[in-house]
């Protein structure tokens, strides 16, 4: 069935360099949604796109449907971004990935 | 923003007993999902449901699992009867479209402990 990988596993950055989460899958995505998970577990959605590039504040997502795969790019850090980022996405089922653990220090 | 809201936030329940997770989706959606994450893991897709029906689940979704939504009330996750391994947060969402760029938006999770 389908799969979502995400790299790296974990990042560590010092406040203002710029992050960038891939998010790979096994086969064809209709929708790719990225979250940040709060420590209490809850989800916050930052983007959802299915293909081509979309802005948010410093965030930008990046989707090549073709190569099955996207990207989220964070620029300028800050040490609120840190915690950990989810890739979801797929066609029948939306599956998540493992998620990649950001920590951005001073 | 568009709230999906879930009842319980946290449940204990005995081993065996049955129990139903009650979501509210955002008031125009017609796709509607729950998820399960035990503490430290991945998220894991459960089902999805559209217009009355299962439309795809995964190998979680045990026998003793079932959905329903009737009456375009309560979107339900009832587990008969519970086991241990079902200890986690299940989360539900819900979409305007399922094939889209449209936002899946998640409720805040129902933290179940069967003991």
């Known amino acids: 069935g389908q799969q979502v990988q995400q790299s790296p596993a974990s990042l560590v950055l010092q406040e203002g360099e710029n992050a960038e989460l891939q998010c790979n899958f096994s086969?064809?995505?209709?929708?790719l949604q990225w979250f940040y998970q709060r420590p209490g577990g809850s989800l916050v959605s930052l983007l959802s796109?299915?293909?081509g590039t979309k802005h948010t504040g410093r965030l930008t997502s990046t989707t090549v449907t073709k190569e099955r795969r996207g990207s989220l790019h964070i620029s300028s850090s800050q040490i609120t971004d840190s915690g950990t980022y989810l890739c979801?996405?797929?066609?029948?089922?939306?599956?998540f990935g493992e998620g990649t653990k950001l920590t951005v220090s001073s | 923003g568009p709230k999906v809201l879930q009842i319980p936030s946290h449940q204990i329940i005995d081993m065996g007993q049955m129990v139903t997770l009650n979501c509210d989706p955002v008031?125009?959606?017609?796709?509607f999902y729950w998820y399960k994450q035990i503490l430290g893991q991945q998220m894991e897709f459960l089902v999805n449901?559209?217009?009355?029906?299962?439309?795809?689940k995964s190998k979680l979704f045990k026998d003793q699992f079932s959905v329903e939504r009737p009456d375009g009330s309560y979107f339900t996750l009832k587990i008969q009867p519970t086991a241990l391994e079902d200890s986690a947060v299940y989360f539900c969402?819900?979409?305007?479209?399922?094939?889209?760029?449209?936002?899946?938006?998640f409720g805040e999770g129902s933290r179940l402990i069967v003991v």
């Open positions: 969402a819900s979409s305007l479209e399922h094939h889209s760029g449209n936002t899946l938006y």
């Open positions: 086969s064809t995505a209709t929708r």
């Open positions: 796109n299915p293909s």
């Open positions: 979801q996405g797929g066609s029948a089922k939306l599956i």
């Open positions: 008031s125009n959606h017609l796709y």
């Open positions: 449901f559209y217009n009355g029906k299962v439309m795809e």
